[in-house]
């Protein structure tokens, strides 16, 4: 049987800036025939790698057509069934590792989190984001982003992701003025949500507002039974990686030469944390 890509029930994203097809999401009728479609597509369009996130139960399929295991997830839908994070590469540069940056991130690692929880700066509100506060949002992402995987500039786009992909925005204010920005992208039927797009404005740096964002999305999350949170860090940005790391979130992966984000391909990390 030959799969379509108007037939599919899967979640994809092909992204030229990237130079790669993402796995976002597998539905089971589309098993086994999509490992076959996802090669023929990147071969078609000169894409140089595949990235799929799926059960671990279909994991001997893709890993028979080349894929690697880059990262994994236990209890990651509804908090039971485990998730792998696979890739495939067709250019053997791209799947050197990035070494320098690596070798400062191990290092982090290695050192205990140690870190004390604070009240945030009472100048600071923290709030839940909607459609009427998508054009200061786009703002902010433009003061901390010079280019970014998804178009966050447009705020017809950040309007959709609410309506349609059950994306969930927060807020850090100070003087009623939108200074910081995070985003779950929640899956409401598997309970689990990617924490990402965190903007700090330059400004306001050093008010560990990442971290007061963080901690206000896991609480509202929570309370909606979400069971698994993670993310998708820039591997160059180790105090983004470092805030997860305090918040107790375990580091499970390196995705190599992963995501197209301020201007170049990037190594991502990968964490995660089960409630």
Known sequence: MTLKKENLKSELSACSDSNRIYLMDLHPDDFPQIVDLLNSEALANNYTKLFAKVPVKYAPSFINEGYI????IPKFYNGEEDAIFLGKYFDKKREQPENEALKEFQK?????AGFKPTAIDPDYTLKPLGEDDTTDMVKVFKEVFETYPFPIFDPQFLIKSMREDGTRYFGAYKNSKLIAISSAECNDDKKNA???DFAVSPDHRGKRLAVHLLTFMEEELKKDGFK???TIARLHSLPMNKTFYNLGYKYSGT???NTQISGKIESMNVWYKNC
């Open 228 to 230: 698994t949170f993670y």
């Open 255 to 257: 995705l190599t030469n």
């Open 194 to 196: 990617e924490m990402t």
């Open 108 to 112: 982090m690692v290695e050192k205990p």
């Open 69 to 72: 295991c880059e990262a994994f």
